[in-house]
């Protein structure tokens, strides 16, 4: 019994739901955090994104099951291709998270916002299981708007929309988890069975990825730094606060964080190619907690005193 729970978690993909966190990105960044209203609303829209994205994996799961069978990597974390579950489970499954998305969306969220952002995430996740991940340079781009959909999403659940500099972001921080994650399988694998991965590994190479890797960082950066110079208004002349100076104080330890992630990335492949444990770095975690603590206390400094 243990066992098929496992493999139904497997196959929902459950270590992948950290993606949709971005949902709360527009919430806190619009400095509507206290507003408790909301959050109702905010993590039925969380679960329902989970629920989209495992949609997207179950289908990938089954077009894939007998590519998947022919990798001993695969075969492990797989349970269509490994026999752990049947195929009408999967097919249950879809029937289930179909039936919670529809069901949830019209009578309980009723927001058409957050429902068509919905719909375009798993469009795009289809086009990208299907089609965009054979084809070198666009499948890291495709893959990559899936963060913004579902930061999009989260907007239009709370009727705000922040920074389209913020947005920049949030996309090239998926493009730079993507990156790596392809650099991190090169190294793994080896040219010849990432090609037999994905075909798109044909026209990668670690050094051309590597140059990727460093100008998405370097964009990052400084569309990060931008954003906060640009939403306390630097760029005009005056006399700024303290708390708008602390919040600059956070492009150093995201500069830290970078690194960090792109030293751990080159050092350790594996971490690449699973995201979820670069975040369990001790590094990360303080950086992290550092910088969204400071970031907490800048905007929300009128609200608190």
């Known amino acids: 019994m243990t066992s098929k729970i496992v493999s139904i978690l497997n196959l929902l993909r459950i270590r992948q739901y950290y993606k949709n966190v971005m949902i709360f990105v527009g919430v806190f960044f619009s400095e509507k955090l206290f507003e408790s209203d909301l959050y109702f609303t905010l993590i039925l829209g969380f679960i329902l ?7 997207n994996y179950i289908i990938n799961d089954i077009k894939d099951i007998e590519n998947d069978k022919m990798h001993t990597e695969k075969l492990r974390k797989k349970p269509l291709a490994s026999g752990d579950l049947p195929l009408y489970s999967a097919i249950i499954l879809l029937v289930g998270i179909s039936s919670i998305i529809v069901f949830s969306s019209i009578f309980l969220i009723r927001n058409l916002g957050f429902i068509i952002f919905v719909i375009i995430m ?7 299981n299907h089609f965009f991940k054979n ?8 893959l990559s708007t899936g963060y913004l959909w579902r930061a999009l999403a989260g907007c239009a659940i709370i009727n705000e929309f922040v920074s389209a500099w913020l947005f920049l972001a949030i996309f090239e921080i998926a493009m730079f988890l993507s990156i790596a994650k392809r650099k991190g399988d090169l190294e793994f694998l080896g040219k010849d069975k990432a090609i037999t991965h994905k075909k798109s590994y044909d026209q990668y ?4 990825l590597e140059q990727f890797h460093v100008i998405i960082a370097g964009s990052l950066f400084m569309t990060y730094s931008l954003y906060l110079i640009i939403h306390f ?7 700024p606060v303290l708390y708008e100076y602390i919040a600059i104080s956070t492009i150093p330890i995201s500069l830290y964080i970078l ?4 030293y751990l990335t080159s050092a350790k492949p594996n971490i690449a190619r699973n995201t979820e444990r670069a975040f369990l770095d001790k590094g990360i975690i303080i950086a992290g907690a550092l910088l969204m603590g400071i ?11």
């Open 49 to 55: 994104l989970c629920c989209a994205s495992s949609f």
């Open 122 to 128: 798993i469009i795009t996740g289809q086009l990208y």
């Open 135 to 142: 084809y070198a340079f666009i499948d890291i781009i495709v």
């Open 205 to 208: 190479s670690l050094k051309l």
């Open 233 to 239: 208004n630097l760029a005009i002349p005056g006399i």
């Open 259 to 262: 690194m960090r992630y792109m």
């Open 295 to 305: 970031l907490f206390f800048s905007f929300y400094f009128d609200t608190i005193f």
